[in-house]
Structures are given as C-alpha cells and as structure tokens.
C-alpha cells in the first residue's frame, strides 16, 4: 500500500539549531510531494511543493525540501529555527487519483 | 478572501445523535474534501468531491455522508454519531486535478460523549 513515513513524531530544538525533518514515500512511479506546516490551533498551510525539475525546492519562511529519487524521501530542512517555527509539520504524496496521502505528522519544539 | 470556511468550530454530541459539518469556499475551487486529524495518524481522506456533482469515498468513509451542495459547499453528515468518530476533521479545496496543493479550513473539532 502506499504510504508516507515521517520519521520523528517529537523534536525538541534550541533557537538558531538547524533542522531536518525525515520524510519517505513508498510509490515507484511519478510522484508529486508536499510539506504542510499546522500552527498551534490553526489550519495547514502550504509550506513547499515539488512538482519536477530541480530537486532542491525552497519554499517560504526559509523553508527547502530535498526531493532523492533513489532513496523515496523529500526532508524538509531550514538552517536556524525560530521559537516561531514551533508547529506541527505534515509530509504528503500525490500519486494519482483523488487520493493525497498524509504523514502522521512530526510536532517541532523550538526552546527560545 | 475568506479561503475555506467551516461551521461549527466547536461541538459536543451524544451517541447516537445526527451532525452536519458545513464548508465552503470562495476560491471557484473544483475539488473539495474532508479530512479527519487523529493524533499520530495524520489527516486521513473520508471523501472526496473531485467536481460539483460527484462525491466518492476516500479512506475512511463509514459512519459518513456527504453532499456536494454546489461548487461551494460540501457537507459531511454523521447520521449516528460514535465515540471513534471524535476528532479534529478539516475540509480542504483546490482547484483539481489532485496534484494542486489544498487549501484547509480552520477545522471542527467534535467530541462525541
């Protein structure tokens, strides 16, 4: 079946650290891939999107993705957090159909 | 622009009482869906409105219904509520085909006692 696996569930961060947010499909055929941020008591937002092309994405707040083909992943990464990175952070794969498919999510904690 | 708005926010039912979530965007978006978010399990897909006029399962789609009103509205209906039915559920839109990224709303979050 497809899926979508994020690694972590929990990250706990001090302000300026750098972080990498696992994220691996499992689909063989062409998939298009996303990263949705949900602050505390709000709504997702898109965070980046890879269609095709160059696969190294950036995408807003100094957000990229890194999209390996041979290895099925697409981690989210950002060079220094904020204590306003805090939020909750969603992997997701289009594989055809109607049918997006969501990671279980990863919580990120960032220490002022 | 309002984006995806959902009604309630917030309710608490009884087993075995009936429930419409009500959602609607401004976007002229084709496709609409409706998600629930269960900790550690991510948002899974209940169903699914690829045009106005159509509706078909997703994931998760028992205990549900759902009616695509209009190309705004999409309504999802627990008609017998049950206590695994509590839980965060979010209507999303885009323009379709699928691959376009969602727009969410703010989301219900439903208690069933």
């Known amino acids: 079946a497809q899926s979508v696996s994020q690694h972590n569930h929990h990250v706990i961060l001090s302000e300026a650290a750098s972080l990498e947010l696992g994220c691996n499909y499992s689909y063989g055929g062409t998939v298009n891939l996303f990263w949705y941020v949900q602050y505390p008591g709000q709504h997702l937002q898109l965070l980046l999107k890879y269609f095709s092309g160059d696969p190294l994405v950036k995408g807003i707040k100094g957000f990229e993705a890194e999209f390996i083909k041979s290895k099925f992943s697409f981690n989210l990464r950002k060079p220094s957090v904020q204590w306003s990175d805090t939020a909750e952070y969603f992997c997701a794969a289009y594989t055809g159909g109607f049918k997006t498919i969501f990671g279980a999510g990863t919580r990120l904690f960032v220490k002022a | 622009n309002a984006g995806v708005t959902q009604t309630p926010k917030f309710q608490v039912l009884k087993t075995g009482q009936s429930m419409t979530l009500q959602c609607a965007q401004d976007m002229n978006h084709n496709s609409m869906y409706w998600y629930r978010q269960d900790p550690g399990m991510g948002l899974r897909l209940i169903y699914y409105?690829?045009?106005?006029?159509?509706?078909d399962k997703g994931e998760v789609p028992n205990g549900y219904n759902v009616s695509r009103l209009n190309k705004r509205e999409f309504s999802l209906r627990l008609e017998s509520a049950a206590p695994s039915q509590t839980s965060v559920y979010f209507c999303?839109?885009?323009?379709?085909?699928?691959?376009?990224?969602?727009?969410f709303g703010d989301g219900t979050r439903l208690s069933i006692l």
């Open positions: 409105s690829a045009s106005e006029g159509t509706t």
């Open positions: 999303a839109s885009n323009l379709g085909p699928d691959n376009q990224p969602q727009h």
